[in-house]
């Protein structure tokens, strides 16, 4: 054996199925002083781990779909704002058009590492208007070269264009590859295109001026070019689960099946007795059929079943569940109820799951701000409309508390609050502006400048029901 030989399966042995999820490239940079990571996520495996459908873990994948789905599930979709009021209603059709295409940018996010969408004008099957459009490109046919200032100055996508034969059966595939920069979009395609496809090949203006994709990234470092999965630091925990899984079902197979122990006084009184002469004279005896065997004073029989390390491999097995809770960071009552959960409680578990979507949240949000004042630049252009691309990002709230203890919190809150201002030691003012943290319905306690505050609220409120009291000065219109 060859030394390169040896020493490749040696690093194999250590690297294991830990940086399977990876494929590692890196790039000097030596003006920057850094080596650029341009490793990539194997797309597909975590595509096979969410789906479950590779043979290697059968019986420990199942634990990263609910990894994915409820993060993403309690993330919901960002909620967009603009000071004009133009733009403000463009942002809402287009929050209500996109809702769905959001969640999957953070499932793809999440699960990939790297979701990249574009910005496109399409017609309308239907109608034939033409509007605009999220459209993702997969991960794998996107390279990209990085400019010194930020973002990028020239992406590269591949498109496959399937080639048919005469009875319309796929027979292979030509690759299109698209080459977008700021000034120019062009169309390069490789020698095995038909006829019917040479006409795509070309170069055309960029209208825009910018590239219109957006490359949403999870967790990644300023060293890399890429992101990382959530499957990633859990993916070893899956394939230990699924290997322990498989053992004792093996286990459990070989050592159901118990072994019978015959103590006799005499075989030769016991075979007669309970097999014919053609068995005994052949040397093949058989057990199967034998409701009853007719046993001599002093004999015994009994069942001989090995321990198969049920209890010893359930231990194992909550062990490997528990690491791969606390390494995924996604709480025990997420994976049902098939591995009971006494850990914790569901409300304590919420806390760290709260913090773990803020944390996500706040990530995603750089990438949410490029899209939409692309976007809204990209629709000032169309509609010849000049305004501020600022973008302001809100989502709806986490809270890890269930309605009642959030009610009983305000409650108790709203009796220390009227107590202070009863005894004098804080103002109605700095009461309110403290409850309004908890109350988002509330507005400021005191603004002039407003049409309406929290003061003049509660001084119609208050007049309101004095004159219900007295039954005075109402009119039932304004009820109506």
């Known amino acids: 054996m060859s030394e390169n030989n040896w020493l490749r399966k040696l690093i194999n042995r ?55 789905n409820t993060t993403v599930g309690f993330m919901g979709i960002p909620h967009f704002s603009h000071d004009n009021v133009e733009v403000q209603n463009e942002l809402d059709r287009i929050e209500n058009k996109w809702a769905g295409k959001f969640i999957r940018v953070h499932r793809n996010t999440l699960r990939d590492g790297d979701c990249f969408v574009r910005i496109e004008r399409r017609e309308n099957k239907f109608t034939k208007e033409v509007d605009f459009d ?32 005469d009875l319309g ?14 000034d120019t979009i062009e169309f390069i395609l490789d020698g095995r295109a038909p006829l019917e496809y040479q006409g795509l090949s070309g170069v055309q203006e960029n209208p825009w001026g910018f590239i219109p994709i957006v490359h949403f990234k999870n967790e990644a470092e300023e060293f890399q070019l890429f992101g990382s999965s959530e499957l990633e ?9 699924h290997d322990t899984m498989l053992y004792a079902v093996q286990g ?21 007795d309970n097999f014919s002469d053609d068995e005994i004279k052949s040397g093949r005896i058989r057990f199967s059929d034998k409701e009853i065997f007719f046993l001599q004073e002093g004999d015994d029989v009994s069942f001989i079943t090995a321990d198969s390390g049920l209890e010893a491999i359930t231990t194992l097995l909550k062990f490997i569940f528990f690491c791969i809770v606390d390494v995924s960071e996604t709480p025990e009552f997420a994976f049902g109820t098939a591995v009971q959960s006494s850990k914790a409680s ?18 995603m949000e750089e990438f949410y701000q490029e899209l939409m004042q692309m976007y809204i630049y990209m629709w000032g252009m169309v ?53 309004r943290q908890y109350i988002p319905s509330m507005l400021p306690y005191a603004d002039p400048s407003g049409d309406d505050d929290e003061r003049r609220r509660i001084a119609k409120g208050y007049a309101l029901w004095l004159r219900i009291q007295d039954g005075q000065g109402l009119e039932l219109e304004e009820f109506e």
């Not at 508390?401 to 959030?406: G, L, M, Q, T």
């Open 233 to 241: 630091p859990v993916e070893p925990f899956l394939k230990a689960y």
């Open 14 to 68: 250590f690297v294991g199925e830990i940086s399977v999820l990876k494929t590692t490239y890196a790039v000097s940079l030596p003006w920057l002083g850094y080596t650029l990571d341009t490793s990539k996520v194997n797309y597909k495996l975590a595509r096979e781990l969410y789906n479950n459908t590779n043979e290697k873990y059968k019986l420990g994948a199942g634990f990263a779909k609910p990894i994915i």
């Open 383 to 435: 509609n010849n409309v000049k305004v501020e691309a600022n973008v302001d990002i809100g989502w709806d709230e986490v809270n890890p508390r269930n309605d009642k203890e959030v009610a009983e919190a305000i409650n108790t809150m709203i009796n220390g609050l009227v107590n202070g201002v009863q005894a004098g030691i804080i103002s109605t003012e700095s009461a309110v502006e403290f409850l």
């Open 169 to 182: 059966n796929i027979r292979g595939e030509s690759i299109l590859t698209e080459v977008i920069t700021p």
């Open 134 to 165: 999220l459209v993702f490109i997969p991960p794998e046919d996107v390279s990209v070269i990085a400019a010194l200032n930020g973002g990028y100055s020239k992406v590269y996508i591949k498109h496959h264009l399937p080639i048919y034969d």
């Open 252 to 272: 459990a197979k070989v050592f159901a099946r118990p072994k019978v122990k015959f103590k006799l006084q005499s075989v030769e009184k016991f075979l007669k």
């Open 346 to 363: 569901v409300s304590e578990q919420m806390v760290p799951l709260a913090r773990k979507i803020r944390r996500k949240r706040a990530m």
